[in-house]
């Protein structure tokens, strides 16, 4: 450090400097934190801070008041319950990540964590974030929707436990009010027997927003093939198939060929810098064929 | 509106300090600005780069999307502080003696990612070495050199402790 003292003087620019000005809290237990969220207004709960602070610093966001939600035990939990896997809201991916029995058990999920931004970054960005930054093409909600989660939402006053499926109103929209918080997300624990998978396409390999991603969800023994998908329409997209596959009288390529029908008529997605409305319908339809005849047959 | 200012503590490369910040400080600014440690490079600003890697608390970390705030009470390691008494940790050495250097700006950032993936998992395969340094962007070497350097260094860290 001494070596660098002729730097004493000289000025170290920073060229995305952050303008916006804020007080920062820092609540250790719940009631600090509503009390703060109550109180104060134009403010943003800081978890993992990787969309956040960049929004800060491109002034697409000017909050007066940051909350940081890190220091409050209750949302660093992440543990397996008699109802399920619950993930706090500052529990981080790498977090999740090292815990090796849970990823085995929600392997889907794990695939999609793996996944998003950089090595880096999963020591930050929360699973959580994730899923309330409520981005169409996001890598853990398609995984999150073929498990049935649900998310927990509190208030001051108020509790409540909503499907993902009905969490997502629009692009980078959900249903989170302005004195709410997710608190945690909940995700019933698996059939036995079940198996999935999460495969996305990128432009490079690597750390690269999705141009489309397709989660899956087979089992046999409870007769469920669910389906979710990422950047391919304004929110994240379920599809429930257990019925196509288990009730009606039709063989599997007929159910097959019914489920891909059904892609099709379920996103909606666009074109943009990461690919083409066209590439991303047919991709899709791709990866389900091929998640789905993968799973179909590792559990046979 | 009084934006409250805030004093936090670091421990950085070992040693102790107090800072009174704006909250809206980065972590990589009062590195770079506060205590002159330009090892750590804005490169982004985004945290997409990793030129700006540093461990802290054990993890590697892009600093310029943490608020120096959120580090309060942290430790805080960065290149500056891996060679002892001017002598390069195994990671630099490597580096060095595998050409994993060219123009240098990714370095600091490809060593500390190297760093914190060792301290971690001495002994890591391929697989692991990329998914530890995918945040790392580098315009110059390709890689390869990169790589070859990791398993250099992790070779290096294994003869230093069974000459321990």
Same mark, same amino acid.
């Given at each position: 450090m001494g070596g660098l003292s002729f730097l004493t003087n000289m000025e170290v620019r920073c060229k995305l400097k952050m303008k916006n000005e804020f007080n920062y809290y820092n609540p250790t237990n719940m009631s600090e934190l509503f009390e703060i969220i109550e109180d104060k207004k134009n403010t943003a709960l800081l978890a993992g801070g990787t969309d956040l602070i960049v929004d800060m610093k491109h002034e697409a966001h000017k909050p007066d008041n940051i909350i940081d939600i890190k220091n409050i035990d209750e949302l660093n939990k992440v543990e397996e319950t008699d109802e399920g896997l619950y993930i706090g809201a500052a529990v981080t991916c790498n977090q999740f990540l090292n815990e090796s029995d849970i990823v085995d058990k929600y392997k889907v999920l794990a695939d999609g964590v793996k996944v998003l931004g950089s090595h880096q970054i999963r020591n930050r960005a929360t699973i959580v974030g994730n899923v309330c930054g409520s981005s169409p093409g996001a890598d853990t909600p398609p995984p999150l929707l073929t498990l049935n989660s649900t998310i927990l939402i509190k208030s001051s006053n108020n509790e409540r436990e909503v499907n993902l499926v009905d969490f997502f109103t629009g692009v980078k929209r959900n249903i989170l009010g302005d004195n709410e918080i997710a608190v945690a997300i909940k995700v019933p624990e698996p059939a036995l027997d079940g198996i999935g998978k999460y495969e996305r396409k990128t432009r490079v390999k690597g750390p690269d927003l999705s141009a489309c991603g397709v989660a899956g969800f087979i089992s046999k023994e409870e007769k469920i093939v669910r389906f979710g998908y990422g950047a391919v329409a304004p929110i994240p997209k379920l599809i429930d198939a257990s019925e196509l596959f288990? %009730? +009606?009288? /039709?063989?599997k390529d007929k159910a097959l060929e019914e489920l891909l029908n059904r892609v099709e008529n379920t996103i909606n997605p666009i074109t943009d810098v990461r690919s083409t409305e066209k590439h991303r319908r047919s991709i899709a339809k791709v990866y389900t064929k091929r998640i789905f005849s993968e799973l179909w047959e590792e559990g046979e | 509106m009084n934006k409250l200012k805030k004093t936090i503590s670091l421990t950085v490369n070992n040693r102790n300090f107090e800072f009174e910040i704006s909250p809206n400080e980065t972590l990589l600014e009062v590195l770079r +600005?506060?205590?002159?440690? @330009? =090892?750590?490079k804005e490169g982004c =600003? %985004? =945290? %997409? *780069? =990793?030129?700006c890697t540093v461990i802290m608390n054990g993890e590697a970390v @892009?600093? *310029? /999307? /943490?608020l120096a705030v959120e580090a309060d009470g942290a430790k805080i390691e960065t290149v500056e502080g891996q060679s002892i008494d001017d002598r390069l940790s195994d990671v630099q050495e490597a580096f060095v003696e595998e050409g994993a250097i060219q123009c240098g700006f990714c370095t600091p950032g490809m060593v500390m990612s190297t760093t914190a993936l060792l301290d971690h998992n001495p002994d890591p395969s391929d697989d692991e070495i990329k998914e530890a340094l995918e945040g790392n962007l580098c315009r110059c070497t390709g890689y390869y050199t990169i790589q070859k350097a990791v398993k250099t260094a992790a070779e290096k860290r294994k003869e230093g402790k069974s000459n321990d």
């Open positions: 288990f %009730e +009606k009288n /039709i063989d | +600005k506060r205590l002159n440690l @330009t =090892g750590a =600003g %985004e =945290g %997409e *780069c =990793g030129a @892009t600093s *310029c /999307i /943490i």
